[in-house]
């Protein structure tokens, strides 16, 4: 019988942990979205503050597969390193491959994260939620009607968490001017 408890227990642990394995490798193509997604108006408000990756951090997003995955597998094999210390391997991969990489690599890589470091940037600046003066608020028409479209996104998003959070049902209305319709009132449930 403790046998058989102890079996059970067993395949738990490795389903739990199949699962987590599996879940962190599916749909590789989502592996970059950070790096190229555009920023919103309401990303201040809703995203945790999260610092930049380094060069080497975005090299390792981009490249890790097929080019230092192999390397510690096959440090790995020759039993040169221990489980805990396969990231800091990784990690020193990383850098080192990332050095002696093409100049096209190189810069592919500088490029985003300059771009990383501009967004961080604007957004460590201030948060848009903590600003009591209305007379900065006002945006372009092209940048309103932007914000227009992103609010059921938002909103849902927002609900989710609400309602797993609390069991809370939330609404929403909007109302204000609309520059599709020459800037008239308009409202939005």
């Known amino acids: 019988a403790e046998q058989n408890a102890a079996v059970d227990e067993a395949k738990t642990k490795r389903k739990t942990q199949l699962r987590t394995w599996f879940r962190w490798r599916v749909n590789a193509s989502k592996k970059n979205r950070s790096l190229k997604k555009e920023t919103t108006v309401f990303d201040d408000a809703l995203q945790l503050r999260r610092r930049a990756k380094s060069k080497a951090e975005i090299y390792s997003d981009m490249y890790y597969d097929e080019r230092i995955k192999p390397l510690v597998k096959a440090e790995e094999e020759a039993g040169n390193v221990t489980s805990g210390k396969r990231i800091t391997l990784g990690r020193k991969f990383s850098k080192e491959l990332l050095e002696d990489e093409d100049e096209d690599v190189k810069a592919q890589i500088h490029e985003l994260y300059r771009q990383q470091r501009k967004t961080h940037k604007k957004s460590a600046k201030k948060n848009i939620l903590d600003d009591d003066e209305e007379g900065d608020c006002m945006l372009d028409a092209e940048g309103i009607?932007?914000?227009?479209?992103?609010?059921?996104l938002v909103c849902r998003r927002f609900v989710q968490l609400v309602k797993k959070k609390t069991g809370f049902i939330t609404?929403?209305?909007?109302a204000g001017p609309d520059p599709r319709i020459d800037w008239d009132m308009t409202s939005l449930l």
């Open 145 to 152: 009607m932007r914000s227009i479209d992103d609010l059921p």
């Open 171 to 174: 609404s929403f209305m909007f």
